[in-house]
């Protein structure tokens, strides 16, 4: 199982991830919350406004992105659906 030590970066919903292994790692989320927030006042159609998106933090207990909304994203998938970013 992952977790996150730290948000290096969220630009517009493009989020950048600094893993346990410290592996860096970055996902554009946009079309994902669109598509899974269509429920009219659902947690995730609240995400849909970038300031609420932006707003993302580091449940200390967990490790895991976590939003004022009490939301929080699988890590395990965020991984698997995000790209390594190389380091120069």
């Known amino acids: 199982m992952h ?8 630009q517009d919903f493009t989020i950048t991830l600094k893993f346990e292994n410290d592996e860096l790692r970055q996902k554009d989320l946009y079309d994902s919350i669109h598509r899974w927030g269509k429920e009219p006042g659902s ?3 609240e ?19 976590i939003w004022d909304n ?3 994203l699988c890590l395990d998938v965020l991984f698997d659906m995000s ?4 380091e120069n």
Do not use: H, R, Y
Not at 3 to 10: A, D, G, H, L, R
């Open 83 to 86: 790209e390594k970013m190389v």
């Open 47 to 65: 995400l849909k406004d970038p300031t609420v998106f932006k707003k993302a933090n580091i449940d200390p207990e967990l490790e895991t992105l």
């Open 70 to 72: 009490g939301l929080d």
């Open 43 to 45: 947690k995730l159609s």
């Open 3 to 10: 977790s996150v030590k730290e948000i290096i970066e969220i």
